[in-house]
């Protein structure tokens, strides 16, 4: 069964950096685009950051776009999120997410979720 398992979450200033790790298993990794979402509280499930399957295509939302970089390695079935310059407006449950097709900003179009990594960022 595919499993996707996010790590490095956790609590930092602002200002600071984390970086999230997501573990692949039971899934061809390299033929998935892979995805990065977050729900805060009270607020849908956005998009964060894809990467195509070979690592050469990636989206940001507007966001995080200069602070967040996407990565994978696919000798280890992992993609990482690199969050520089934290801000409170960060603080949410992000996701690591797997889609076969292209990568897209696009929930539905994934289609498997790991079960989530708290990041909280005090002020």
């Known amino acids: 069964q595919v499993q996707l398992v996010e790590s490095g979450g956790g609590l930092v200033q602002a200002g600071g950096s984390l970086r999230l790790s997501c573990a692949a298993s039971?899934?061809?990794?390299?033929?998935?685009?892979m995805g990065w979402f977050r729900q805060a509280p009270g607020k849908e499930r956005e998009f964060v950051a894809t990467?195509?399957?070979?690592?050469?295509?990636?989206y940001y939302a507007d966001s995080v776009k200069g602070r967040f970089t996407i990565s994978r390695d696919n000798a280890e079935n992992m993609v990482h999120l690199q969050m520089n310059s934290l801000a409170p407006t960060d603080t949410a449950v992000y996701y690591c997410?797997?889609?076969?097709?292209?990568?897209?900003?696009?929930?539905?179009?994934?289609?498997?979720w790991g079960q989530g990594t708290q990041v909280t960022v005090s002020s």
């Open positions: 997410a797997a889609n076969r097709a292209v990568p897209t900003t696009q929930r539905d179009a994934y289609d498997y």
């Open positions: 990467i195509s399957g070979s690592g050469s295509t990636k």
């Open positions: 039971g899934l061809t990794f390299s033929l998935y685009a």
